[in-house]
């Protein structure tokens, strides 16, 4: 079992990490807001928006349009994501939009006769598709809380996806890279491939099809992808692929405003992304845990700072594969999750010189409660903070775009836990708290996050990387806050990993020195795995807030920029 856990988590990292050379890490300065994503191109269009004198809530949604047309690895219009809001007056909210079970999803969907898992049901068919939320979460955002129209911040990316962009060398391959699994769907092939053949660096990407959904959106609003033309197309794909979503699904579908889950570490203030996100609680969890240590003295990636966090990580995660899962269908015991007090208790048993064995962490029990992948983060000049994860699961989701309106569709299904205890792409484990029901959230981990102090924000960051979104997030905010670290050097230090099952450490290349990985296994650590592939854990795009003005900071581990208007 544990051989399968670490080959998930694995293999998860070929596909996600494979890309071009890193850049020297540099943060950006502005004055007036900043904008930093994935994609050069869709920094632009939210710096852009700010100079034009919107919010940084108009800026994060024309953004999340644009990296649909300009990222579309991981931005989206059929997928979902979570918006964690801070206004300049302190109010803090969260758009949930992450998408649903459909109406004729069944509990053991992905399983056999035998009751085996059917691999890659869950990841790469039409079965693997939720009903998707973006389109309506972003709109909704926009209406309650941006000052500009749905026009204006749909323009930029229907003129994008028309009118194309030349595709950049880190795009060229990554796109060869899909290709294999893509060529079965001639309307995926038709779009990211040349003719059949790869495309190359320096050629225009058209998609006018994504344009002219794009532009239903703009003139219809939700009833542009929800109803008429776009959904038709949609079930269409489903009927002839065999997938489930059916209108109903689509007429149903809402995004969800949730209060944000709340922390503090050391005088700051966490505000974070609750259920059905694992994020925001075990970010929380976690801080809990190690708050009442010193991490600053042990120093950054020494033995000790990594075993603290990594033994902190082993009892979070275990008790997310039990306790987490869509608060609207299972009793999420939020409150307690995120108690210091409960956080002393479960790190009760820690050794300071000796690991513990995954086998032996159970997750904490407490009698129920009642029933409560790419980031880019945004501030304006009046200091309203958006951080903002959104995804189609792997890699260009399902890799199906569905027939006629240029759309990629999501493999968020897999994100449910398909049968108890069996891992799901990224090795992570699920009981009942995250099986599958009909109109049910599939559990996260994106951790969109701000931090404040004395009432002002100091930090929005978040980042892709499944299982691994939560202690990237960790990793950036205690670099900020123990280490004293700048903005470049939080988002650009190396980084490891601990998910409790696969019993493992993984960490960047050079990431802990052989000092360090010595007195780590002397203290009885399993798996330390150096992670050898392409550019690193999480892409970290963050902003930070200086006397002088915003710091923004592109993860260098992958293309990117961080933009002021
Ligand atoms: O919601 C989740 O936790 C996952 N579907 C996120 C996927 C992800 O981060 C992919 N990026 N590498």
Known sequence: MKATCKAHLFVLILITSFRAEAIAPEAVFGESGMVATRSALASQVGADILAKGGNAIDAAVATGFALAVTYPSAGNLAGGGFMVIRLADGTIIANDHRERAPLAATRNMYLDKDGNVVPELSTHSHLAVGVPGTVDGLLDVLEKYGTMSRREVLAPATLLARRGFPIDLDMARDLEAQLPRMSKYPASMAIFSHDGKPWKRGDVLRQKDLAATLERIRAKGRDGFYKGQTAELLVAEMQAGGGLIAQQDLDEYQSVWREPVTGTYRDHQIISMPPPSSGGVLLIQLLNMLEPYDLKAMGFGSA??????????????????????????????????????????????????????????????????????????????????????????????????????????????????????????????????????????????????????????????????????????????????????????????????????????????????????????????????????????????????????????????????????
């Not at 997310?320 to 210091?340: M, N, Q, S, Y």
């Not at 330390?528 to 915003?550: C, H, K, Q």
């Open 304 to 565: 000790d700072a990594v075993h603290h966090m990594v033994e902190a990580e082993r009892r979070a995660y275990a008790d997310r594969a039990e306790h987490l899962g869509d608060p609207d269908f299972f009793p999420v015991p939020i409150t307690k999750l995120i108690d210091k007090n409960y956080a002393l208790a479960r790190f009760a048993d820690f050794a300071p010189d000796k690991s513990s064995r995954s086998t032996d962490i159970r997750p904490g029990s407490f009698p129920a409660e009642s029933p409560d992948t790419t980031h880019a983060s945004f501030i304006d000049k009046a200091g309203n903070a958006v951080a903002y994860t959104t995804t189609l699961n792997l890699s260009y989701g399902s890799k199906i775009v569905a027939s006629g309106t240029g759309m990629l569709l999501n493999n968020e299904m897999d994100d449910f836990s398909a049968k108890p205890d069996t891992p799901n792409a990224y090795g992570l484990l699920g009981r009942e708290a995250n099986a599958i029901q009909p109109r049910k959230r599939m559990l996260s981990s994106m951790t969109p996050t701000i931090v404040a102090k004395d009432g002002k924000v100091v930090l929005v960051t978040g980042s892709p990387g499944g299982s691994t979104i939560i202690t990237t997030t960790l990793q950036v905010i205690v670099n900020v806050i123990d280490h004293g670290m700048d903005l470049s050097a939080a988002v650009a230090s190396p980084r490891f990993h601990h998910q409790w099952q696969p019993d493992a450490i993984i960490f960047e290349k050079n990431g802990l020195s052989p000092d360090t990985v010595k007195v780590l296994n002397q203290r009885g650590h399993q798996g330390l795995t150096p992670w050898a592939y392409g550019r690193g854990i999480g892409d970290a795009n963050s902003v930070m807030v200086l006397p002088e003005g915003f710091a923004g900071m592109a993860d260098p581990r992958n293309p990117g920029a961080a933009l002021a208007p």
